[in-house]
């Protein structure tokens, strides 16, 4: 350690969706490396530690040759209006600044663009557009609920702070108590870290969320289940009944659900069941429902996105204008069905994530990869851009997993660009090609005020 | 081209100026109105035109956290409404809660060059921001919503009313506010907090020990002390409900003689028993808002047909899905506000849409005095603003009128008097309600108007004797100075700055405020307060009593 050290307080952590706003970071300017970061669970402290900056790698490169940072955004630039089904995909891992250029270039091309929210809690999403959500920011949780209900989630081990901040432990204005005046319930069909916490901890047989969530649907109307629910679902009736109870005297009520619920049989029936539940206790108390979504800034993607185009992830643009379909638009789609023939990839790494068909497709085609580190999907790229991480190396918002913005506050300098820098530059070449490619095709633009007189 | 233009001659209406319809030269320079350009200026020839101020929209709900999920919620509304792209503009969707580009456009495609968002919690003002930067051509504000935080009423509770002021004007200043926004006084601790309950009345105790009244006169006294150049924007208790025209005249005379603003007066209009269908009572609130120029209001007309409901008054978006039974949003943000959202249809079978519609009307029509009763449709909570050209032609054209009457509820007719109603607004009376009125109630001097220093936001309507036509395309609209739109078409983009105040408060009121936020949000204090990188273009308007 040196003795040029700078500490930023107030920091964000942007590895999880609990996008923790409290970081104390001791910076040592000389090596360029966080050495301590008070406040962050082991996931936080990891994200930060193992931050350090490649300052040799290239920048930029085409084909894995060093190239200039304007070479490359031109040659990005004209692989992209070249393509006649460009995509773009990634956008949960850099700030909103930079995901309202990608929207902005993928409408002028006419691509496709698409976000991480369709391989996580895309069915969330879709079960939103159909019944609604009762929700609220996780302040109101802290201040307010007296039962807490996970359901298909491990946040111990994925949100690590999510109890202690936000929903479990906590002291707020109506829980003075902080967990003595809450009742924990752990859904899950599996045994994990996040159990001891609970109170009530209930293991329904797997892919049988959605028959447990109708059947207390049906218990908080006050309808009768037939007796062989145990056999169906794994949970006795007296549990049901007793989860039913609580969740209509409570005072206020929270259901958080993970992936556990929108990734297995079921998916978006499954979310859809749970916001229905919750919304129906609200003829009988106060309830909300939130998604625990995962990486650090995908919930100001879907914002970004939705404030563009009216629709959150999934949307094309080859008709000159918004079009929303999931299982088309979606990137696992559009790359398995073959259909995308250059694709840009923003902080997100398809190549070790997706499905076989969809990588093999994708390693058919241009790539332009932005990136803070080299990937599966970087090393094969056309055209690589080295980035600087946000909220360590740059500023911007983020949008906490329940839509509340928050400002980052950068700890040491990059080298390397932001996001945000190179797909503004992508973004004006582009706007340039596209005009240019418009006034060629023989329409005018010119302005058509009348002329002097 | 040099930045100088000159319009010559169409006839021009700028009721602030006491222009009506004279054939005038208006000149442009570098974004301001001035009094002569050079010969070389650019020339439009409005020969057989309409020359008015740019719209300024004094109430809707156009950008942040809430309208954002709206959006989400119905891409079953967008998809039959798309809005293509052109080589100069940025695609999106419409709907009744359009994206944000095709909100600036359509604005735009309408005349108007001004905007404010009525409801935004502090913890959504960068939000907010971020989508205003998104949403082009016209200037935009909003209303931040601190009817409901808890640590204002909290000082209010213990009359600390000095600290209560500074702490007003330091959450303007956090949030880059035009004015403060009360929906439903008191009425949010019931919903979140003693199970979706509500207020009912203006002189109910809270059991926070706080009247609905305390609340508005408070936030009266204290923007009235600070000089705002718009007083608290109120949406009043007992939205919809059945005789709650009572609420409303007590919340205008809670104001005294100091200024305040009636949101979507409409709804707010009604007599008859609670629980039963309402009566028009139109008449008396226009006799109070008529005899009281301390007082402004927005109409919030309904139209019939698809809208949506956004509102930060919960309780009553939670009656509406009795209603409706489709899908629903709740949100409650931490400290600050409740929140709903429901898509909703008005439909002329129905007697309570048909009353609220006549109701509308019946304000607008009655009123003596139009610069402060304001064209509105509470965007998209009665309609979409997509509707103002309808709108104008309903209050412009009698014939229409009464052929729309036609179709509607004939026993809702019979409890207002919308059909004894013979009044035609003129184009003048029409400039006065979509432009000098909103921008005079705004405090806005450089807009509404065409005089020598004015902003340069211009429109300029083919004149046709179909209103709603005339007004659905104007030919030209000039934002800033700059020709956005020519001849019907986009010819280039921009856009627009951000309209918001910066009261003066003293710094330790932050001392006062800090200790609240660390027990009770779930961000960081430091990381609370927007900071300057949000505002891109923008005017601060200035504050400070006003000696008129
Ligand atoms: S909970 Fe998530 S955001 Fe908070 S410190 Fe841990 S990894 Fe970071
Ligand atoms: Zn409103």
Redesign the interface.
Known sequence: MTENTKII??A?CTFCGCVC??MILTVDLDEKKIIKSKNACVLGRAWFAEHTIEEDAPAAMIDGKEVSIEEAIEEAAQTLTKAKFPITYGLSDTT?EAQ?QAV?IT??IKGNIDTTTSVCHGPS?LA?????????????V???ADLVIYWGGNPAESHPRHFG??AVTP????TPRGKKDRTVVLVDVRKTKSSPVADILIRPKPGKDFEVLWALRALVKGKKLSDDIEERTGVPLAVLQDLSDRMKNC??GVLFFGMGLTMTRGRHFNSGALLALA?DL?E???F?AKPVRGHGNVTGA???V???????FGVN?S??????NPGEFTTVDTLANAHADAAMIIASDPASNFPKKAIQHLKSIPIVVLDTKCTETSKDAHVAFRTSTYGINT?G?V??MD?????L?PAFESPFPDDETILKGINKRVNEL??AK?YASG?S?E??????? | MSAAMRIVNGKVYDPANNIDGKIKEICIQDGKIVDSVPEDATVIDAQGMVIMPGGVDIHCHIAGPKVNAARKLQPEDHRHDVHPGTPFTRSGTGGTVPSTFATGYRYATLGYTTAMEAAVTPIGARHTLEEFHDTPVIDKGFYVLLGENIFLQNLLREKRMEEFNEAVAWWINATKAYTVKLVNPGGDEPWKGKKNSNVSDIDEQTDEGLTPRQIIEAFIKSVDKQGFPHPPHIHCNNLGHSGNYITTLETMKTAGDMRAHIAHIQFHSYGGELGKNPVSKAAEIVDYVDNHPNITCDVGQVMFGKSTIMTADAPLAYVLKGHSKGKWVNADTECESGCGILPFNYQEHIYMHTLQWAIGLEIFLMAKDPWRVILSTDHPNGGSFMNYPKLIKLLMDKAFRHEEMKRVNQKALENCSLRDLDREFTLNEIAIITRAGPARALGLKNKGHLGVGADADITIYDEMDDKEMMFNAPRYVIKSGKTIIGNHEFITDFIGKLLHITPEYDKKIEEVVQPFFESYYSIEFSNYAVDDSYLHDHEIIATGKASS
């Open positions: 307080e107030n964000t706003d409290d909103c309202r902005a409408d002028r999403g939103f557009q159909g019944v609604g959500e009762s929700t609220s920011t996780l302040g109101e802290k201040n307010r901040r936000y002291k707020g204005m109506f005072r206020f919304t609200n009988f108390t106060h909300v879907d914002n970004v939705s404030w563009q185009t009216g629709y959150p643009f008709r000159g204008y918004p079009r929303f500023t918002t949008y906490r839509d509340v913005p928050i400002t506050r596209m005009l418009h329409a633009g302005v058509k005020v009348a002329a002097p007189v």
